[in-house]
Nanobody, 120 residues
Framework: QVQLVESGGGLVHPGGSLTLSCAASGNIFRIISMGWYRQGPGNQRELVATANNGGSITYADSVKGRFTISRDNTRNTVYLQMSSLKPEDTAVYYC??????????????WGQGTQVTVFA
């Protein structure tokens, strides 16, 4: 059906920056929205940022002013630019997409996750 593949995770010091990418591929008829979630050690998965086709963008309060989500619709790709990173941003970051895979059928899809570690 549809695959989401993330890249760009890694190790960074506090105050540093990273950019995550997620490319959707497969039977894509139309993308409704794409976004990012994260799950830190011992925590539940939480929303980081989402961007829908209408241009509406949502950020978690904890990342506002530090993270920027953007989409390249020509490449079915979503990016997450992260700056001023903090140790509490350490988590596995998951790409998420609500995608029509036919003209009538849609589903929620997840990437495999990419680790972001912020350490002093």
């Amino acid at each position: 059906q549809v695959q989401l593949v993330e890249s760009g995770g890694g190790l960074v010091h506090p105050g540093g920056s990273l950019t995550l990418s997620c490319a959707a591929s497969g039977n894509i008829f139309r993308i409704i929205s794409m976004g990012w979630y994260r799950q830190g050690p011992g925590n539940q998965r939480e929303l980081v940022a989402t961007a829908n086709n209408g241009g509406s963008i949502t950020y978690a309060d904890s990342v506002k002013g530090r993270f920027t989500i953007s989409r390249d619709n020509t490449r079915n790709t979503v990016y997450l630019q992260m700056s001023s990173l903090k140790p509490e941003d350490t988590a596995v970051y998951y790409c998420n997409g609500y995608i029509y895979y036919t003209n009538r059928e849609w589903n929620e899809f997840w990437g495999q996750g990419t680790q972001v570690t912020v350490f002093a």
